[in-house]
């Protein structure tokens, strides 16, 4: 069963920028297709990006251009790095696997928070 610890949320002013990590255990990190979700208080969880086991990555409309994911196999470890950040993506942050399968339980998740 995957484990999942996010981390590197925080504070940032409209415009600025952040990088949150999650560190991945319990499957073959490397075999694996990763994304990341938020979820906005009152608000469904949303897939904002993902990356297969290749590298090749896709993003959410409102993120893309802003939003870069990224992954390093050697540390089991998927990143992404937040540009441009706006008040509307403040919200809880997710990796898992994707697609998630019901058996793959969500981590703690980080929190993004953008001040205007």
């Known amino acids: 069963q995957v484990q999942l610890v996010e981390s590197g949320g925080g504070l940032a002013q409209a415009g600025g920028s952040l990088r949150v990590s999650c560190t991945v255990s319990?499957?073959?990190?490397?075999?694996?297709?990763m994304g990341w979700y938020r979820q906005a208080p009152g608000k469904q969880r949303e897939l904002v990006a993902t990356?297969?086991?290749?590298?090749?990555?896709n993003y959410a409309d409102s993120v893309k251009g802003r939003f870069t994911i990224s992954r390093d196999n050697a540390k089991n470890t998927v990143y992404l790095q937040m540009n441009s950040l706006k008040p509307e993506d403040t919200a809880v942050y997710y990796c898992?696997?994707?697609?998630?399968?019901?058996?793959?339980?969500w981590g703690q998740g980080t929190q993004v928070t953008v001040s205007s």
């Open positions: 990356i297969t086991s290749g590298g090749s990555e």
């Open positions: 898992n696997r994707h697609p998630r399968t019901n058996w793959d339980s």
């Open positions: 319990g499957i073959i990190f490397s075999w694996n297709n």
